[in-house]
């Protein structure tokens, strides 16, 4: 199955799923969410992130004083890391990896107490993507993988995901 | 030790009436429980949030005085009151770090350390006495277990002057590491003061701590804390306790003396010693209907383990570490399958594998976890007597019950959630809460400035009040 098959399959289960849940709140500092998309672009042109555990819609609400950069900007349009193969952003995400994610995934990350970063292998199938990847470390995943954009902003997120990249075509 | 003979006596009776349904550890390697198994009875369950914003929360308890207030205790070393209503008060209830006047009193320096736990004394109602646990910064992290007084006029704020002026320091633990320092402390149904005291640290248990009977580290303690405070001694040794005796020093005999008496000989040995074997019991927690107590005992690279220990145990068990980990030997160098293994000392009731579950195995995509933080155990919705933990990795939550048809223990993963959870303990109804921090290793940027935690309830999901909110589920 493609990754994008997956995603699509992964979706639909979430309506299914939500479609029978009782009406409550969900934790997380995000407003309740509202109906979960496909990771579509909204009506506004912007794309929808999802939180790899339940599919429900992310708002990007932590660090409201942060700037949106350029490159931000773009990614929330295209879903595209715009860092990817940049060396200055590269060097700066790796920087961020090893204070933020080392500990965990280890300075090559090949992984410890979680996951193997760099190989094919995806406990949620969406992180294969710039996109998913974003949302697991922007909203977090599961116990100890916390909502990261808590911590930093989405401009270096970026900047991470794309030194993780760099790792990967080593 | 009224209390505990009743209670012994109560559950004596039970175990004639329903034999069937006793729970017993496990006395050989495939009788203990692996993820996989379904405890009957057990509904869907729920985490409601009962409040938020709380600072590392290491722990949770409440005082059994009718107040409906709960404890949530922060690492930096201050405890907050969740009033009845669900509001948060603003002041604390005790700030460890405003007592002394060259800064706070206690040890935040690594993750692990900090203010671990608060028990209030079973007669606090009367005497308004309550016990801490923390790393203590002025001797250099070691574990210090003072008892304080709550003014009756006060009920809600410990002033500093107030905590100064009735600190009475019971023990203090000295702490080679800064890891495995332990931390929960309780009353049991006997009245008796138990303190999960973990190995001191590093890895691999480099002191031998755990089989070590003349160190407290590595070990179960049980301390009886009602001691004039004229007496000299800050507590006493319960005359009961399995090293009690075998710890005072004696005439030697040589001659008419049974290999079994010699045996009991152990001067060495620290009277305090309620159960040994343990790596880190960061967690534990007494059935409340029953008395039976279950350790959520902190695992190393491959397992993590709960033990059962029933509320008739006369002490004394050795839970294997630093020779076993789990049903298996330590140190793990393979399959453990293919190991010629003996097993020492009492199993656990069930554990829980890591993503590797020994060295070269495939990592696991599902069921795994890697630090087991227990809550309390669950006597409604369906479950009785159910132990529920929560991952501090993975944000799974399990339950372990026992199986009366099966006779035999059910690990069941009871959901997976985005909280990583560091403890538990009950509300005044005996509900089981739950506690989730934000404070992982390197993801430290110390204990007042990571993002805060929230206290949970754990209620069966078909009974979620109207508009609460709920911790978010894996789909």
Redesign the interface.
């Known amino acids: 199955m493609t990754d994008h098959r997956r995603r699509v399959t992964r979706s639909a289960?979430?309506l299914l799923?939500l479609a029978a849940a009782?009406?409550?709140?969900?934790?997380?500092d995000a407003p309740p969410p509202a109906a979960p998309g496909g990771g579509a672009p909204a009506s506004g042109g912007e794309v929808e992130f999802h939180?790899v555990?339940?599919?429900?819609k992310i708002e990007l609400t932590y660090k409201p004083e942060q700037q949106i950069t350029e490159a931000v900007a773009s990614f929330h349009k295209t879903a595209q890391n715009p860092y990817n193969d940049n060396p200055d952003a590269v060097a700066e995400g790796k920087k961020l990896y090893d204070?933020?994610c080392?500990?965990?995934h280890l300075k090559d990350a090949t992984?410890r107490?979680?996951?193997?970063l760099i190989d094919n292998?995806h406990?949620y199938p969406q992180t294969a993507t710039d996109k998913g990847m974003f949302e697991i470390v922007y909203a977090?995943?599961?116990?100890?993988?916390?909502?990261?954009g808590?911590?930093m902003t989405q401009d270096q997120i970026l900047k991470v995901l794309a030194y993780v990249k760099s790792l990967k075509q080593k | 030790m009224v209390k505990r003979t009743s209670l012994l006596i109560g559950t004596l009776a039970a175990m004639v009436a329903c034999a069937a349904q006793a729970q017993v550890a496990p006395t050989k390697p495939d009788e203990v429980a692996l993820p996989g198994g379904k405890i009957p009875g057990a509904p869907k369950i729920a985490?409601v949030?009962v409040a938020d914003g709380f600072l590392d929360p290491t722990n949770v308890t409440n005082a059994n005085d009718g107040s409906g207030r709960i404890f949530v205790v922060e690492r930096a070393g201050t405890v907050r009151i969740v009033d009845k209503d669900g509001k948060v008060l603003p002041d604390p209830f005790l700030d460890l770090t405003k007592i002394n006047p060259l800064g706070t009193d206690v040890q935040t320096g690594f993750v692990e350390q900090g203010l671990y736990a608060i028990a209030f004394h079973p007669k606090f109602k009367e005497n308004g006495y309550f016990f801490a646990h923390y790393a203590s910064l002025p001797f250099n992290g070691d574990g210090v277990v003072v008892r304080y007084q709550v003014d009756p006029a006060s009920p809600n704020v410990m002033t500093p002057e107030r905590v100064n002026g009735t600190a009475k320091v019971i023990l203090r633990i000295e702490q080679p590491y800064y890891n495995h320092n332990g931390g929960q402390i309780e009353f049991g149904p006997d009245g008796y003061l138990y303190i999960g005291s973990g190995d001191g640290g590093w890895e691999g248990d480099p002191l031998q701590a755990g089989k070590d009977l003349s160190t407290w580290l590595g070990k179960m303690l049980r301390i009886d804390v009602n001691v004039p405070d004229d007496d000299g001694r800050a507590y006493k040794v319960p005359p009961t306790n399995p090293f009690a005796d075998a710890s005072k020093e004696r005439l030697m005999s040589l001659f008419g003396i049974t290999e079994e008496q010699f045996a009991k000989i152990r001067t060495k040995s620290k009277p305090e010693i309620w159960a040994y074997g343990v790596r880190n019991p960061y967690e534990f927690a007494f059935d409340p209907k029953t008395g039976n107590l279950f350790i959520a005992d902190v695992g190393q690279n491959h397992w993590e383990e709960i033990l059962f220990q029933p509320a008739a145990s006369k002490g004394g068990e050795n839970y294997g570490w630093p020779d076993m980990e789990g049903k298996f030997c330590h140190p793990m160098t393979g399959d453990p399958a293919l190991a010629n293994c003996a097993v020492v000392g009492v199993l656990p009731a069930a554990q829980y594998p890591h993503?590797t579950p020994f060295p070269g195995a495939k990592?696991l995509?599902t069921g795994y976890?890697?630090s087991v933080q227990g809550f309390g155990v669950a006597n409604y919705g369906g479950m009785t007597g159910v132990y529920l933990a929560g991952?501090?990795?993975?944000?799974?939550v399990w339950g372990l019950g026992w199986d009366v048809g099966a006779k035999k223990w059910q690990l069941q993963e009871m959901m997976?959630?985005?909280?990583?959870?560091t403890a538990g303990g009950y509300d005044e109804q005996g509900n089981v809460l739950a506690v989730n921090a934000?404070n992982?290793?390197?993801?430290d940027?110390g204990p007042t400035a990571n993002?805060p935690g929230?206290l949970w309830r754990i209620v069966p999901?078909d009974q979620?009040p109207?508009?609460?909110?709920?911790?978010?589920?894996?789909?």
């Open positions: 289960l979430a799923l009782p009406v409550f709140a969900q934790s997380g939180h555990l339940d599919g429900r204070q933020w080392a500990a965990c992984g107490i979680g996951p193997n292998d406990l977090g995943g599961a116990g100890a993988m916390q909502a990261f808590r911590r | 985490l949030k993503q990592e995509t976890g890697c991952d501090w990795c993975t944000g799974r997976q959630t985005d909280l990583q959870y934000n992982f290793y390197l993801a940027q993002p929230a999901a979620v109207a508009g609460a909110t709920v911790a978010r589920v894996k789909q």
